[in-house]
Structure formats: C-alpha cells, structure tokens
T-cell receptor, first 114, second 112 residues
Framework: AQKITQTQPGMFVQEKEAVTLDCTYD???????LFWYKQPSSGEMIFLIY??????QNATEGRYSLNFQKARKSANLVISASQLGDSAMYFC???????????FGRGTSLIVHP | DGGITQSPKYLFRKEGQNVTLSCEQN?????MYWYRQDPGQGLRLIYY???????QKGDIAEGYSVSREKKESFPLTVTSAQKNPTAFYLC???????????FGPGTRLLVL
C-alpha cells in the first residue's frame, strides 16, 4: 500500500525567507510520481510541481523546488523568497506506476507574515 | 480560457434529498475525477472516469453516483443514502490517466 505523510500541521515563515515543507512517502513500486498542490482559502487545488522517481534532477518551477531524496523516501517542497500570497494549505501526493489514482497527505498550513 | 468549472459554489441539501454537483471541462481531457475533502483531511477519491461512458468507484463511492455521457462533463449525484454529505467536493481532470490532475474551484455541500 502507498502512504504519504506530512508531519507539519502548520508552519510560519517571514516574508522573503525560504521555507521547507516536509513530505515522506512509502511504496514498494519502483515507478512513482510525486506532486505538490497549493490550496488557498478559496478552495481550489493548484498544481505546483512534479517529480518522477526516475528523474535524475530535482524538479524546479520558479520559486518552487522539490528536494527529492530517494533513499530517505522524502520529497520536500522548498519555497524560496516567500510572499504573502503563499499563505495556504499545501498537499503532497503520490501516484505509483500500478495506479492512476494519487494518494494525498493531510496537508501543511503555511502562514507567511510580513 | 480553458479550465474546469464547478457549480454551484455552495449547495444545501435537505434530509432525504438527492443533489447533483456539476463539473465541466473544456481542456479536452479524457480522464475526470471526484474527490471529497473533510476539514483537516486530505482528498479522498469518490469516482473516476478514464473515458466517456466508463467510470470506476473510488475509495468512498457509497451514497454517490456519477455519469459520463460527454467528454466535457462528469456530474456527481449525492444520494439520500449518503448519511454524512457535508464536505467540500473537488472535481479534477487530466489529459490521460497517467498525467497530472488539474482541479476545479470546488463545491461546498451543507445539510439543512
């Protein structure tokens, strides 16, 4: 069975600083993909970044990067230069090669303060 | 603009009533999904459809029904058999089942 764990229920960061949101996963399937989504208070889930298990380099998308440590089974999201608009819930998700349906973690609430 | 729309934004259900949540996409995506989100929880899959006229149960399908008669549309009916329907419902789609899912704005269902 596949499992996603986000251990930080809430995080605070000062504007313009970097923040790391933790995500660990568990699967026996060698082929899998890891996703991060942002959910602002409006409710819509916004896709941020994707990392495949066979990708040689860590994924980056603008201010978002994924710190992928395969041996540790971790896929932490790093947000550089935090902005007030980054305040939201952040969800990590994993999909294995044997299933098209991702499993979501419980999320981490990020608050960026001035 | 391409995207996924869900309506209504808020929906109220009376006891014993069936209600239908709308999900429409103009992204030409083959696959569509319905998720339920409860406070402090991640998303749980209700139903998904990989292609028109086909759909599969997810982890929590009891008390729900769907149809997929058109590629663009995947409505979800919350039936009276669903005893605890109060939640936030999210629809998603992907170009094919193996690709990234993109979400609509969601519908919040409340029971009167």
């Amino acid at each position: 069975a596949q499992k996603i764990t986000q251990t930080q229920p809430g995080m605070f960061v000062q504007e313009k600083e970097a923040v790391t949101l933790d995500c660990t996963y568990d699967t026996s399937d060698p082929s899998y993909g890891l996703f991060w989504y942002k959910q602002p208070s409006s409710g819509e889930m916004i896709f941020l970044i994707y990392q495949g298990s066979y990708d040689q380099q860590n994924a980056t998308e603008g201010r978002y990067s994924l710190n992928f440590q395969k041996a540790r089974k971790s896929a932490n999201l790093v947000i550089s230069a935090s902005q007030l608009g980054d305040s939201a819930m952040y969800f990590c998700a994993m999909r294995t090669g044997g299933s098209y349906i991702p499993t979501f973690g419980r999320g981490t609430s990020l608050i960026v303060h001035p | 603009d391409g995207g996924i729309t869900q309506s209504p934004k808020y929906l109220f259900r009376k006891e014993g009533q069936n209600v239908t949540l709308s999900c429409e996409q103009n992204l030409n995506h083959d696959a569509m999904y319905w998720y339920r989100q409860d406070p402090g929880q991640g998303l749980r899959l209700i139903y998904y459809s990989q292609i028109v006229n086909d759909f599969q149960k997810g982890d929590i399908a009891e008390g729900y029904s769907v149809s997929r008669e058109k590629k663009e549309s995947f409505p979800l009916t919350v039936t009276s058999a669903q005893k605890n329907p109060t939640a936030f419902y999210l629809c998603a789609s992907s170009i094919d089942p193996a690709e990234t899912q993109y979400f609509g704005p969601g519908t919040r269902l409340l029971v009167l």
